[in-house]
């Protein structure tokens, strides 16, 4: 009688925390009045936006040339130590893309991961980062990305296995590492560093790559920025840019190469690098240059 008192115990309290733990992690929306009073977005910040975001590298077809890059058709595999990720439709088409969804639709996906059907999406997407985005900023480039071409595209599903093809999981990972904290303090940090951080840290994601991952995929914040492995599972490594691994650069220096694509020693840009510096090309001096202050200014390794 006392073990089967016992048992029953244990059962009861596994069944309490395994409810508590799918309530702690449930989807979680945006608030409804988060979206309210913005006005009609800015297209022309959106476009910025756009291009501190990169969203042409991941979104559009695999392949796609210099005319094509704006149709977000989606389809790009991810490759991953936790499987393949396609890439979805980001289009102003109705049904394949997201041409249907509202602002607050679009703003659930970029701040908090959540899917227009109410399902966790995976941080494949980097919702981590962009939980750090001003509504106002979501708000230009939504009404931006409705500007470009449609495409009746439709992504391939994701090829994971057990256990990360269950979507519940997600909301344990978001418990653990979806937060818009900043990534790092900065001590009396002037508004140009500030922007930088913005960017950095938020719509321009450069953590998603540069800070090496734990055995979840969660960053290792206490090393960001420092490097590590090819988070698509390749063999290469990916650099610290951080003042210990940028030591000789100058603030010019890194917003030059954000510019032309060259390093201090006359290098040039290569890899999954090159689109990123192809979209940082497009942005304004200023926010270069912003970028450029904040890596100065963060902890080195």
């Keep these: 009688m006392r073990l089967l008192k016992v048992t029953a115990a244990v059962g009861a309290a596994g069944l309490l925390g395994l409810a508590g733990f799918f309530w702690v992690t449930v989807p979680a929306r945006t608030a409804d009045d988060l979206w309210q009073g913005l006005g009609e977005p800015n297209i022309a910040n959106g476009e910025r936006v756009f291009s501190e975001g990169g969203c042409s590298s991941c979104h559009a077809a695999p392949g796609a040339g210099d005319d094509g890059r704006l149709v977000l058709a989606g389809g790009a595999p991810l490759p991953s130590p936790f499987g393949t990720f396609h890439v979805p439709n980001i ?14 639709e679009f703003g659930d996906a970029m701040l908090r991961g959540v899917g227009r059907r109410g399902e966790h999406l995976y941080p494949s997407f980097p919702y981590a980062s962009y939980a750090r985005m001003t509504p106002s900023d979501i708000n230009d480039l939504f009404g931006y990305l409705k500007t470009l ?17 269950q979507r519940a999981l997600l909301g344990g990972w978001k418990f653990l590492y979806l937060n818009d904290d900043p990534r790092v303090a900065i001590a009396n940090a002037d508004a140009k ?3 930088g951080q913005y960017l950095v ?19 290792k914040t206490d090393l960001w ?21 940028l030591d000789g650069w100058s603030e010019s220096d890194i917003a030059y190469y954000l510019e032309s694509g060259f390093t201090p020693d006359y290098d040039s840009v290569g890899g ?3 689109a990123v510096q ?24």
């Design 193 to 195: 560093v500030a922007r």
């Design 272 to 274: 999954s690098m090159a």
């Design 225 to 245: 920025l420092a490097g590590g492995p090819d988070p698509e599972g390749g063999k290469g490594r990916i650099p610290n840019i951080t003042p210990g691994g």
């Design 91 to 104: 289009s102003p088409h109705p049904e394949a893309g997201i041409g249907g969804w509202s602002l607050q």
């Design 278 to 301: 192809k979209n940082m090309a497009r942005l304004p001096a200023e926010d270069r240059e912003a970028i450029a202050a904040y890596l100065k200014a963060i902890p080195a390794h």
């Design 201 to 219: 840290e938020g719509p321009g994601h450069c953590g998603e790559c540069h800070t090496p991952r734990d055995a979840l995929g969660g960053l």
């Design 149 to 165: 071409p449609a495409s009746a595209n439709v992504a391939p599903a994701h090829e994971l296995p057990f256990p990360f093809n």
